[in-house]
Nanobody, 124 residues
Framework: QVQLVESGGGLVQAGGSLRLSCAAP????????MAWFRQTPGKEREFVAA????????FYGDSVKGRFTISRDNNRNTVTLQMNNLKAEDTAIYYC?????????????????WGPGTQVTVSS
């Protein structure tokens, strides 16, 4: 378990960009697979992107491929989600998560640590 905190959410027009960051104050994420999920009211948490512990392998949900990029800096204990060409349907609360093993999955149940989330709103 590691404490996670997201930042960088906000309001942006469709076609714009946002950069989300996930920090682990007081902890280390170096050995964890990391991921971003998102959720809107009444819907299940949706996989967005994941990255393995060394950063050499990345995975994306179909709806964000080609628009979002996940990266990590283990020395700074941060994970970043660069979101470009945002669409109204990207509006959600975005959560950072740390998995229990170095290679992440796309299932929320496989992640034991979660941040409180950051709101992203895309106006059309």
């Amino acid at each position: 378990q590691v404490q996670l905190v997201e930042s960088g959410g906000g309001l942006v027009q469709a076609g714009g960009s946002l950069r989300l960051s996930c920090a682990a104050p007081g902890g280390r994420i170096g050995f964890f697979g990391m991921a971003w999920f998102r959720q809107t009211p009444g819907k299940e948490r949706e996989f967005v992107a994941a990255i393995n512990w060394l950063g050499g392998a990345t995975f994306y949900g179909d709806s964000v491929k080609g628009r979002f990029t996940i990266s990590r800096d283990n020395n700074r204990n941060t994970v970043t989600l660069q979101m470009n060409n945002l669409k109204a349907e990207d509006t959600a609360i975005y959560y950072c998560a740390a998995g229990a093993r170095p290679d992440p999955t796309t299932r929320p149940a496989d992640f034991g640590s979660w941040g409180p989330g950051t709101q992203v709103t895309v106006s059309s």
